[in-house]
Every structure is written in C-alpha cells, then in structure tokens.
C-alpha cells in the first residue's frame, strides 16, 4: 500500500505495507546520546577548520582593496544574466528530477521543485552535502513515494551530471582548447584527467544499467549477500534494494535513459553560461566554450564536504582562471565571489521561505539529515 500523502513538515508516521529502510520516524531514532554530541562537535570542527584554511589558502596573495575594485567595476548587465541563467538551471534540475521520478509515480512539478529548492539551500548552510539525503527524503514524504526509490533517482542524477560535464570538458579539450595559449603539459594534464574520469563514468553507467534491467540478478546477489543475517533485516535490505531498483527504472531503456542524458545537458549547459557571463563581466577574455573546463573544474570544489563549497569552489575558480586563462589574479578572485554568491546565496534565500512557509528550520534539516544517514549506515 502507497504512502498515505501529508505534508513533510507534520506527518511523522507513513503508512506502509512494507518498511522502506532509508526512511525513519522521530520516534523511531535514537536519541543522541553523550558519546554522540563530542564526534557532531568534532565534526563541526573539522568542518570549520577545513573551510578557513580553504578560504586562506584562497585569499593569500589577493590584494582586497583591489578586489573590491573589480568587483565594483563588473558589468552589472552580465551580472544579472548570470542571475537569470541560475534561476533557468535550477527550473530545468526541477523538469529532469520530475522526469526521473516518473517510474514511482505521479509527482507534482511544485513539489519536485521546493524540494529541489531545499535540498540545494542545505547543500549551501549544512556540512556533509546534508541535501543530498533531504531532497529525497522531502520530496517522498510530499508525493507518497519511498524514500529508497527517490534516493536512488538522486544516485542516477549524479551519474548524469557526471556523465555531462565529462561530455562539455571533452568537447572543449578535444575540440576547443586553444593549445597556443595552454601548455602542453597542462593540457597533456587534462587529456588524462578527462579520460580516466570518462572510463569511472562509463563504469557506473553500466553497473546502473545492470542494476535496473535485471532486478531479478540484483535480487538473487541480494538474497546471497544478506543469507547470513536475522531473516527479518535480510528482508528489509531485500525491500530497500527492490526500492532502489525502481528509482533507476528509467536507466532499463536505453531510449529512456539517453533521453534523461538529453535533459542533463541543457542543465550544465545553462551553469556553464552562468560562469561565462559573470567571468566576462570582470573583463577576463574566456572563450564560451573554455566555461566548460572551469566548470568541471567547480564541480570537483564542490566535492569538498563543506557548506556550499566555500573555500575550495573559489580556489578552483582562481586556480582555473589564472592557469589556464591567464587571469589576473585579483580579478579572479572577484569573479569567484560572485560566481559563489550567484549560484548559492539566491537558492538558500528562497530555500529559507519554502522553509519558513512548511515549519522547517535548519535544525530540524539537520536532525533529518542526521537520521536519514543513521538509517543509511544501519543498513
């Protein structure tokens, strides 16, 4: 029986034939005891530690008062493109989940998109890329779905995205880069880098495809995996993965699955043309298609576990723009504040509203995070 539909800000009970082991109630977690709260402190530490030696390492040889200057003299009217280019991306991340999620069911282009909005706003204030766990969890709590299943429709997301900026970084080193300009050793560099990164891609699109169009193997390698466990988490895990597999349905059909390649590039083709606008509005001569290196680039700061990136998304920024681009160095440090600010501050603001108008706070997103991967690791 499907989930009974409540607004996640309230329901803390859902109704299920079977239990979904990604998804736990408040009164099911355990609460935090005192061992618990000095590893969250020691955590929060790192985390914090990690970030100021980022934005130091980023900031050591920047001249503010020069930055200050260029950020004052960028073209206002490239600045507002970029804006706009990031409200058109995360619109069009909304459209591709909502196609993701299709095989569960019906889902609401309002509800894919607030929750996309949320998720996203955690990934730029909570540590641990905490949104990644919430977006599916807010969105199945929303539409009835399970939990499993949206969380393995943001698995097949990753994969997509990581499969697009391959595809836009191949495109500019092996059709654009201009290699008068670049060293060969730098670009000799990037060949490499792009290409071990295509074979680890191509992998994960096979395992996925494997995964999804024999849910009978996945089953049985289930089943042999867990025959040493009680028979009731045996069978849970065996649920979760049944789950699972159905939020990868739409990787079962290689029409279906090019197609959602299809939607993810125009995603990164519109983050890419935000990086361009607000990098030529400093000044800095990068042609459109070198926005793709900087961008893969982004990306891989991103990575780093801390909110939003800080520190090592602008130090790739700069890294990449002095390096490969000959920048100046304080211009691209300017530039790199802003890309930030545009792309996070925007998304966390409207994320605090949808927040506001559901009685969420940041706390109780950090308990949800919290007890999402609590089930994640028990299981």
């Known amino acids: 029986m499907r989930s009974r ?57 920047a001249n503010l008062s020069d930055v200050w200057a260029e950020v004052h003299a960028a073209d ?16 069009a991340r909304a459209v591709r989940w909502q196609m993701l999620l299709e095989p569960l069911g019906h889902t609401r282009f309002r ?57 836009l970084l191949a495109v500019y080193v092996f059709g654009f880069a201009d290699t008068s300009t670049m060293s060969p050793r730098a670009l000799r560099s990037i060949e490499a880098s792009a290409s071990v990164a295509s074979a680890i891609a191509g992998t994960l699109v096979v395992v996925v495809w494997a995964m999804a169009a024999h849910p009978e193997r996945l089953a049985a390698l289930t089943a042999w ?16 993965v049944a789950h699972f597999g159905v939020g990868l349905s739409v990787a079962r059909s290689p029409g279906q699955f090019f197609l959602a390649l299809a939607y993810s590039m125009p995603v990164w083709f519109l983050g890419a043309a935000e990086v361009w606008a607000v990098t030529t509005a400093f000044g800095m001569t990068l042609p459109f298609a070198g926005s793709f290196l900087i961008q893969a680039m982004l990306v891989i700061g991103m990575a780093v576990p801390t909110p939003g990136g800080g520190g090592s998304f602008h130090e790739a920024y700069r890294f990449g723009m002095t390096s490969f681009f000959a920048a100046p160095n304080a211009s691209a440090v300017a530039a790199a504040i802003v890309v930030h600010a545009l ?15 559901d009685g969420l706070t940041l706390g109780r997103l950090r308990s949800m995070a919290e007890s999402q991967k609590d089930a994640v690791a028990e299981s």
């Open 76 to 91: 206002p009217a490239r600045l507002v493109l970029g804006f706009v280019l990031v409200a058109a991306t995360f619109w």
């Open 225 to 240: 995996c867990t025959r040493a466990l009680p028979v009731g988490l045996g069978r849970r895990i065996a649920t979760a």
């Open 111 to 167: 509800s894919t998109f607030r929750a996309t909005i949320i998720g996203f706003a955690a990934l730029g204030v909570l540590p641990a890329r905490a949104g990644d766990v919430l977006r599916p969890y807010l969105l199945a709590r929303q539409e009835g779905h399970s939990v499993t299943a949206a969380f393995a429709t943001i698995v097949m997301e990753r994969i997509l995205d990581l499969v697009a900026v391959l595809t």
């Open 343 to 357: 792309s996070v501050v925007p998304v966390v603001i409207l994320g605090l509203v949808f927040m506001a108008q």
């Open 5 to 61: 539909v409540q607004p996640y800000a309230t329901a803390l009970v859902p109704v299920r034939a079977e239990p979904d082991i990604l998804w736990r109630s408040r009164t099911g977690r355990r609460s935090a005891g005192p061992r618990a709260l000095p590893v969250v402190k020691l955590r929060t530490a790192i985390v914090s530690l990690v970030s100021i030696g980022l934005l130091w390492w980023f900031l050591r040889h």
